[in-house]
């Protein structure tokens, strides 16, 4: 689950991260209360104006502006408030901004110059070790710098059984080039930024950048963060700072059926149970000529309900012109995945494409038979050639 900027902050702040002072507000006559709160606190004479959405790049698409003034504030909120945001990760459909995030400014002008440096906390599925990778060219994109200077980005593995150790933290500093005062506050920094990644069960937490300031302190500036789903039952309150609107209405409407669900630009929609009998669909349909419009997991668990919902998630996709059903019954049984595809076809009514239904495993025959006896508009396949040469008949 992907979280807002100052959600993680929010996180990381419960951790002992230092961050700026910052206020969401989702209306523009708010900006400039919660700017004079900020500089009641603070004594700020200058905020950053940030949109909140769930993708980088905000700031080269006129989603951040720093404010010098309180009318700057209110200007820039009400401009990226409810604008339609394009950066490089969103496409070019974009992302509507629904909140902003006033902030203490942590640029001062005419002063010493401030360094940002990039950190991110992760899982090396390779090694099965948390790793600490970090760079002292932070505020650009890491891909950017992992091309163009790869020897300027440093990687630091960790044990999860021991955790990370006070010379790890210590030699971070030191690549960064850091001492005195700063490289205390680096070292404090990383120590708590990866309590945060641990505790919360994330599986990503990327700060870029990391600023030191002129007087030495270590912020985090910018947070991305993803928590891990599974362990959300452990967190009740950050499994409530999901936010909807971020994400695709179809992927949202499928997890309330715990179906896995990917929207993909194609033409023959696939409803499968298990992640990797539904990777093997998708190679089938591209070898017969069509191209997969979705990935959609129905579970070990399929039955008439699921497979109702699975047909209606692929069904509002107009580019799909035919549906592959690809079911191996281990834990379920064929002929009940059968007969949900046939009450499914009731319930829904008026499915105009050709529906393919390859059932294989317990009771694969009387499934089939089910299929063959319904009266519907269903071919149904035995083998995996069978579904394909069904596809290349439906779709050509």
Not at 284 to 291: A, F, M, P, Q, V
Not at 345 to 372: C, E, F, M, W
Request: net charge negative; hydrophobic share 40%; with cysteine.
């Amino acid at each position: 689950m992907n979280l807002h900027e100052y959600q993680g902050k929010t996180i990381l702040k419960s951790y002992g991260v230092s961050v700026p002072l910052g206020i969401v507000i989702d209306k523009a006559e708010n900006a400039v209360k919660a700017a004079e709160e900020i500089r009641e606190k603070t004594g700020t004479d200058s905020w950053a104006v940030k949109a909140q959405i769930h993708a980088g790049g905000r700031g080269k698409g006129g989603g951040v502006k720093i404010a010098r003034s309180l009318d700057d504030v209110k200007k820039y909120a009400g401009e990226i408030l409810g604008m339609n945001l394009v950066t490089h990760q969103t496409g070019p459909q974009g992302k509507k901004v629904h909140k902003v995030l006033i902030e203490q400014s942590i640029f001062y002008p005419g002063e010493s110059p401030i360094k940002e440096y990039y950190m991110s906390v992760l899982l090396n599925r390779v090694t099965g070790k948390n790793i600490i990778m970090y760079s002292t060219e932070g505020g650009m994109d890491i891909e950017a710098v992992a091309e163009k200077t790869p020897h300027l980005i440093f990687k630091e593995e960790i044990d999860p059984a021991v955790g990370i150790q006070a010379f790890q933290t210590r030699k971070i500093a030191f690549n960064l080039g850091l001492s005195g005062k700063a490289f205390k506050q680096m070292t404090s920094f990383v120590a708590s930024l990866y309590k945060a990644y641990e505790n919360s069960d994330a599986s990503l937490f990327e700060i870029n950048p990391v600023f030191k300031t002129s007087d030495d302190l270590i912020l985090a500036a910018d947070s991305k963060v993803n928590l891990d789903d599974n362990a959300l039952f452990r967190h009740p309150e950050y499994a409530e700072m999901r936010d909807l609107t971020e994400e695709d209405p179809a992927e949202v409407e499928a997890s309330k059926y715990n179906l896995n669900f990917i929207k993909l630009d194609g033409n023959v929609g696939c409803m499968v149970n298990g992640a990797g009998l539904a990777m093997a669909t998708m190679d089938i349909i591209k070898l017969s000529g069509g191209e997969p419009a979705n990935f959609l997991d129905v579970g070990g668990t399929a039955n008439a309900e699921t497979v109702e919902a699975g047909f209606r998630l692929i069904l509002k996709d107009p580019g799909v012109k035919a549906i592959l059903i690809n079911i191996f019954g281990g834990i379920v049984r064929c002929d009940r995945v059968a007969q949900g595809v046939v009450d499914a076809y009731h319930a829904i009514g008026n499915i105009s494409i050709p529906v393919i239904v390859r059932l294989q495993g317990t009771n694969a025959d009387g499934g089939k038979k089910i299929i063959d006896e319904s009266g519907l508009k269903v071919h149904s396949a035995i083998t995996l050639r069978e579904a394909a040469n069904l596809v290349t008949t439906v779709i050509h």
